[in-house]
């Protein structure tokens, strides 16, 4: 294998195939935005080189920034709560659950499985006022909370928030799952040592379990992280953005720039952006993978 | 490894270069005339196999007319088929933005009328489908009224599309719920207010609005500006003679926002779609809903209509000043349009354009008892009484006036809609949202 290894011949048979499809799908794409930002309109209707007008119109653009705020708000609330939420969970199936864990991992892990329309479906009526209550209303009608009964996604205060809860629902099982498979390879003498030792609850957490997962948090912020950062098919299936422009994300922003409004240059100058903010962000994120945790 | 990656690097780099040689598209005018005459006086049944973009399956809609007609069009002229390619129609415009990108427009498709094709026309993308039909002698069979309306809402001298449809558009109401709350129906402005305060009164839902599609809320700010400021206020605020900051655009969605204020759309109309709310009409759940004459189509239909043949009614906008604007001027539009690709068209398209326009009215009114801008002879033996009342207010129509985002870019117009929800739940004022129109018209500039 070593012998393979060093071999530039066997190198280049395995490695540069690969390189090239890798090259021409991902990154010739992202070079040939990179080189429509100086453009335009869009191709083949008005399509005109405009230099660095792009440019200077996203530092103005109240909508951009409105987008970006949204976004922001959307990856801090749905990252902590997916990652969070798993975590919490993988630590039930660890130290809590006795009976059924296969079949309780099973219905955690389902959401994860279904498509995103068909969860959005659902969740438009659980969150239903007009014309009929949906789940959630009729609940808080029936226990007496009928001064909380709103329209959830049909008002900017409530759409956001609704719209993360039900991203968090969908993908805390992958997280879950990601954790447990974590926590089972600790080595249970590690723990039983601490635990002789006096170590239990939050002491056990802070000191010999968040430790040793750090890898595997690291590893599941910088998924959710790009996950949220291109908020995208959740926030159309169930408010197409709205209402107003409160769950418009960058990446609704800009698929509206670049058809809708036939500014392709502009919207790649935004989908960049994009890019550029998930590269930084991930980067950050995989900072805090530090090797001394032994 | 490091020379391959500076190759390839090289190699992205050239290939991004020659990308932007592509043609420099003109940026106004027409282009180049296409002008194929028909060879003889009669089909010569070419061979032919054409492509049709369209947004209505094959048994829905327009796409049994379409579908209708080609096939009939297929037993005349064995050389001729079709392919037909469905897209849903939210995708619509970002597709066939796509194929003009790539010039592979298809033969026709479906598109959106008013500004959307001045695009494809300053790209020289479309045929001027007003000279086809002079060249085949059919123009005479286009509604003068459809042809006018489609030339208004382009602003062009010339016809590039073809209508699907010669709507107008009102209020539908319950009769049963009228007659509950003891209301007759409006003829003026104030007499509506106080029918919708009545009814609110009487415990039922005014109105029911298309909240989550948006343009069902716009139609209703449009109703109150036109018949306070004329039928040409919005083409004025898109020519700039007026702005869409101006009072009487004010005071248009200040009245759509009072009323929701008050209730009458009862609570979270931003998400109930119109389908949901033609339904809330049409099962007694709210009294009146702003539609188009497409939805006796949905009356029609006895499984979906809860309140019977003879449940539901229809009244124009109530008018505020008739010197402004009259009863007999009602909102029209000719719905989704036909447009001809240039790149492929031949004479074999022509001619079965000549067959389509020549068929079409006949077509619509036998199988839906519907005007789709065309000229017909057939009498529906068995019409419905929904379509005899629709044909009898086209038919008491004297002037048009054009729907909120006619006259307006997609950016505009996207702002336009968006925003009106806001404007619904109070979150905007009305001044604020006149406000985000005006701004988009300067950044859409």
Known sequence: ?294 | MKKTGNVLLCLAVAVCSLAGCSKKTASSGTGTEKIISPSSAEDPKLSKKIKILSIWPEDNDNGVLLTDIFDAYKKENPNFDYDYELVSSSDLRQKVTTLAASNDLPDIFVYESGKPILDLVSADKIMDTGSILEQFNCSDKLSPSAVSLLKNLSGTDKLYDLPLGLNIEGFWYNKALFKKAHVDVPETWNDFEQVLSKLKAAGIQPLAAGGSDKWGVTRLINAYLVRTAGADAMKKAAADPARYTDAPYVAAAKKIQDWAKAGYFGIGVTTVDMNTAGSMLLTGKAAIFYNGSWFASNLNDKSANAAGEDGIGFFNIPVVDPSISSGREYSMNCGNILCIGKNRYDEATGWLLKYFVEHIGDTAMSLQGSVKGYTYTVQNTQMSDYTKLVLQELGNAQSAFTWFEATMGSEVSTVAQNNVQTLLTGDMSAMDYMKSIQYAVKTSN
Not at chain 1, 194 to 207: E, H, N
Request: positive net charge; aromatic residues 14%.
């Open chain 1, 1 to 294: 294998m070593t012998k393979v290894l060093k071999d530039k011949k066997a190198i280049g048979i395995f490695v540069v195939p690969g390189f090239i499809i890798y090259t021409l799908i991902v990154m010739l794409p992202i070079v040939w935005s990179f080189y429509y930002t100086f453009y335009s309109g869009s191709p083949g209707l008005r399509w005109n080189f405009c230099g660095l007008k792009n440019y200077q119109m996203l530092f103005h653009d109240k909508n951009f920034l409105a987008a970006l705020l949204v976004n922001l708000k959307y990856i801090l609330c749905v990252m902590a709560g997916q990652v969070g939420l798993g975590f919490l969970l993988s630590l039930m199936f660890m130290f809590w659950l006795t009976k059924f864990k296969a079949v309780v991992r099973t219905l955690v892990f389902f959401p994860v499985v279904l498509p995103t329309v068909a969860v959005a479906q659902l969740f438009a009526k659980i969150y239903e006022i007009q014309p009929n209550y949906g789940l959630l209303n009729s609940v808080l009608a029936h226990i007496g909370l009928q001064n909380l009964v709103q329209p959830w996604i049909g008002q900017p205060s409530t759409a956001l928030g609704s719209l993360c809860v039900m991203d968090i629902w969908v993908a805390m099982g992958f997280y879950s799952v990601i954790f447990y498979g974590a926590l089972l390879d600790i080595p249970q003498e590690t723990i039983d040592a601490a635990r002789i030792d006096g170590a239990g609850g939050f002491i056990l957490f802070r000191y010999i379990l968040a430790p040793l997962l750090r890898p595997v948090t690291v590893t599941s912020l910088v998924f959710s992280f790009t996950g949220t950062v291109k908020m995208f098919e959740s926030a159309i299936a169930l408010t197409n953005g709205g209402p107003g422009n409160a769950t418009r994300s960058m990446s609704i922003y800009m698929y509206n720039v670049a058809f809708s409004f036939n500014k392709v240059g502009y919207g790649s100058l935004i989908a960049l952006i994009i890019f550029l903010i998930c590269v930084a962000g991930s980067g950050l994120i995989s900072r805090l993978d530090t090797k001394d945790i032994y």
